[in-house]
């Protein structure tokens, strides 16, 4: 069982406070990802986990034990870095070999944790290359083979393949999909790419200027974003947000005008909503299609095989995206009309908060 919590952690360098309370409670053999924008606090978040840095306050309880005061060496964490660092002169067994020739362990205890570590990564046939010999992926693998030798509670990865091409940090993304299975193992990942956390993460932490916006697994965060920033994180092409005004709020829900003029009704609770507020109308470009209500003028458009991604402006010059079939009658400079299925928009009031969403039951009929 290796649980981990954090407890309120906050973390100051001089005057500025990068990390302001942190409280998180990751399962024992949970893959979490830590997403968020550049400067936001992932990294030293991470390394106060692993000791490599000190929390200004809070704790760190592995298993119930609080950690905070252990040496890094002390706490069974294992972090794997973007530089993944290798000892250019050593042999590829000898560089996953490294921690536990430190510790000391018996020749043949070195050469059965390298050689299953090895078999897991695909490296048996590399083990007496030296890394320069090596492609990044391969790179990368051997040193994820350093920590996996020393059977840490817990995995850090910090970013571990931003150094690689796309087409290998896809087929990496598998590998370690694949790797958290085979050794059903605590894993905590950060990273700014989205597309890594929807596809790898149990459950993603989204973290904004040191707090957390939302913890919860990727479909959750999909489909129910706390705030307009996790909305607008998650998700590719990126939610559109259209400005709107509140007309009225009853049992059908909230009805606005978006900023341009069209009207839709809403089932959100608009209950602290008053007439004439300002609020915003995200829209999934996913969810647009075809129809009548709204209308692009289009700019350009990708056509993706399966999908037309169209990008332009409303009638009142707010820029919009829209997700239409691969083979869609559109074309650049055409105005299209389309529409979107009321329950698909999510609205967020002058704060950024979401609007709950009404259940259809409390919808009247
Ligand atoms: N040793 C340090 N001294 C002073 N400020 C620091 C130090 N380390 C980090 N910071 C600041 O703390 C903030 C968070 O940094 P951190 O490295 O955790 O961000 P990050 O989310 O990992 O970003 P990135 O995606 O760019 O790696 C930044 O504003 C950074 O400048
Ligand atoms: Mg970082």
Request: proline share 5%; hydrophobic share 45%; with cysteine.
């Amino acid at each position: 069982m290796a649980t981990l919590n954090l407890q309120n952690i906050t973390k100051s360098f001089g005057a500025s406070q990068v990390l302001k309370g942190i409280d998180l409670a990751i399962k024992d053999k949970e893959f979490v990802v830590f997403v968020g924008p550049s400067g936001c606090g992932k990294s030293t978040l991470l390394r106060i986990v692993a000791g490599l840095e000190e929390a200004t306050s809070g704790a760190i309880v592995i298993e119930g034990t609080d950690v905070s005061a252990l040496a890094p060496v002390d706490r069974g964490i294992s972090m794997v870095f973007q530089s993944y660092a290798l000892y250019p002169h050593l042999t590829v067994f000898e560089n996953i070999a490294f921690p536990l020739r430190v510790q000391k362990l018996p020749e043949t205890e070195v050469k059965s944790k390298v050689a299953k570590a090895a078999e897991i990564l695909q490296l048996t046939e590399k083990l007496q290359l030296k890394p320069g010999q090596l492609s990044g992926g391969q790179r990368q693998r051997v040193a994820i083979g350093r920590s996996i030798v020393r059977n840490p509670k817990i995995f850090l990865f910090d970013e571990p393949l931003s150094n690689l091409d796309a087409a290998l940090r896809g087929d990496m993304r598998v590998e370690l999909s694949q790797l958290h299975r085979d050794l059903a193992a605590t894993m905590i990942y950060v990273t700014h790419d989205q597309v890594e956390a929807m596809t790898m993460a149990h459950r993603i932490v989204v973290l904004n200027a040191g707090k957390v916006e939302q913890f919860g697994t990727p479909m959750e965060l999909y489909h129910h974003p706390a705030t307009r920033f996790v909305a607008t994180f998650i998700g590719q092409p990126n939610m559109n947000l259209v400005p709107a005004k509140v007309l009225g709020y009853d049992t059908r829900g909230l009805a606005v005008e978006l900023d341009g003029g069209a009207q839709l009704t809403l089932p959100v609770d608009g209950a602290a909503a008053k007439k004439g507020d300002r609020i915003e109308v995200g829209m999934r470009p996913e969810n647009i299609h075809l129809g009548q209500g709204l209308s692009m003028k289009v700019r350009v458009l990708e056509r993706l095989g399966g999908t037309s991604i169209t990008y332009g402006h409303m009638d009142n010059g707010q820029r919009f995206c829209a997700a239409l079939p691969g083979d869609a009658d559109v074309a650049e400079g055409q105005t299209v009309d389309l529409s979107i299925n009321p329950a698909d928009c999510h609205v967020f009031d002058a704060s950024g908060a979401v609007l709950r969403r009404l259940m259809a039951p409390a919808l009247a009929a």
